[in-house]
């Protein structure tokens, strides 16, 4: 295994922080990944160990506000950064790094309503996509009244950092991940107002638009995550005819980073779901 890293400076200045991970030869295609909220694009070990010896190059950046990059953490201007972003990435690293390879698109979390925009967006050249953890609305563990109360405070203080809302178990059933998740000092616990309100207005958006995504689409969730809800109505709101939903019994939010058994099953079909659209 080969791996490569470097920054990219975001048109106002913001540093970016990016990762390779590439096999032996050349690859089968190229899996852009886009990560979560709080989180770093360090965290998908599990996905790059599964699709790495199958022939996958695996790409990811943290988010402006995220891991080694730069920016308030927990904070973005607008959810529109985060998109042009990974556009930025996509066109002077990714694609450049394999002209003509298969190239894939794989958002987890808050990374899959980035992900779902930025397909809306920039579809042209993106042979599918893939998202996981994702829904068309906040979940349950996000209440009404919060949801209603960022869009007031990211008017009055856009930037201040409060709590998050979601305790680290709802990450996962395997206390080994929820652990390290907790214990790693590139994860935090805060949001700002702004973000907040942010990734409801594009969560709303991107659902809004699902219909334009044409490409193959494989959505993958688990049956106890509780920070998205929605999410077979997403599915059904696809434009594209080769979709696929796989609701995984009694997992939680990060479904490739479950129990090893479960994160298996995940990976595998995930894996097996590539092979068949590359």
Known sequence: MQTESGNLTAGDGCSLFWKAWLPEGKPRAALHVIHGYAEHIDRYAFLVNQLL??????????????????????????????????????????????????????????GSLIAMNYVEQFPEGVRALVLSGTGARPGPAVPKILVSLTRILSKIVPSLHVKSPLPPEFISRDPEVVRAYVNDPLVYNVITPRLAEQMNTFQAIGAGNAGRIRVPVLIQVGSLDTSFSGQKDLFDAMG?????????????????????????????DLNAWLDSHV
């Open 53 to 110: 010896p199958a022939g996958y190059a695996v790409f990811g950046a943290d988010h402006r506000g995220h891991g080694r990059s730069g920016g308030r953490r927990g904070h973005v201007s607008s959810f529109q950064d985060f998109i042009d972003d990974e556009k930025l990435f996509a066109s002077t690293v990714v694609r450049p790094k394999f002209p003509g390879l298969p190239y894939v698109v794989l958002g987890h979390s808050m």
């Open 240 to 268: 594209s005819t080769d979709k696929t939903f796989r609701l995984y019994e009694g997992l939680k939010h990060e479904v490739y980073n479950e129990l090893p058994e479960d994160r298996a099953r995940v990976l595998a």
